[in-house]
């Protein structure tokens, strides 16, 4: 069985949101299990590392839009695709969070 997606959970009144950080790297993942692609195969083609991809996906790091551009043209999706992506998630999960 495949891995589950999590997406976030509309936040109680007066809670901070999903971090946009922690919404792009599960969609980043998402795309990369849809496509079948190990994180060290993305990381390749995208010239970052597998910790850092790994990192990304999991809402830790902040991509710069250099890596972000790199990672989404390594999936083979366009950056409005992503956003969309990224959009549609924010808007059943409630409040975005920018930064911690």
Not at 20 to 36: F, I, P, Q, T
């Amino acid at each position: 069985m495949g891995d589950v997606i999590r997406f976030p959970q509309p936040a109680a009144p007066g809670a901070p949101g999903p971090l946009w950080r922690e919404v792009v790297g599960r969609e980043l993942r998402a795309a990369r299990k849809a496509a079948d692609r190990t994180l060290a195969d993305v990381a390749e083609d995208a010239g970052v590392s597998t910790q850092y991809l790994s990192e990304v996906e999991r809402g830790l790091k902040e991509p710069s839009s250099e890596v972000l551009g790199a990672v989404h043209d390594a999936l083979g999706l366009r950056l409005v695709d992503l956003t969309t992506r990224v959009s549609r998630t924010l808007r059943a999960g409630g409040p975005l969070a920018l930064a911690a």
